[in-house]
């Protein structure tokens, strides 16, 4: 079963989540942001990502800019542990969609890279 860590409101999840349904693959969407990471899941996606945690930080992102980027800035060097509880935090952070089909998994940004982990389907001939 291919999971899926969605928010509706970013294109990039929508298209993921598009393509998954198009394509017909049995999949489980969970929205993040409804239902919140703990430490366990997320270092565990994390490892299956096979990135370290600054690596699925949106630091665009407001809440990144407004309340970490000065720390950063003034040298400040955050551990992966501390970016991990930054993340459980403020969920929205985490860069999304996140597509995982058993131990591999991709950041679908763009879209397209899910196709690196989930099933073709083969033409008919």
Avoid at 56 to 76: A, C, P
Wanted: hydrophobic fraction near 40%; charge should be negative.
């Amino acid at each position: 079963m291919i999971v899926i860590y969605h928010n509706p409101e970013s294109s990039d999840s929508n298209a993921c989540l598009k393509i998954l349904e198009t394509h017909k693959h049995d999949h489980e969407v969970i929205k993040y942001q409804d239902k919140p990471l703990d430490k366990i899941k997320l270092v565990k996606i994390i490892n299956i990502l096979n990135i370290r945690p600054e690596e699925l930080i949106r630091k665009e992102s407001k809440i990144w800019v407004e309340n970490f980027k000065h720390l950063e800035d003034d040298g400040h060097i955050f551990n992966d542990d501390s970016l991990i509880d930054i993340m459980i935090e403020y969920q929205d952070l985490i860069e999304r969609p996140i597509v995982i089909n058993g131990e591999k998994a991709v950041i679908g940004k763009p879209a397209k890279r899910i196709f690196d982990i989930i099933p073709q389907q083969k033409a008919s001939l």
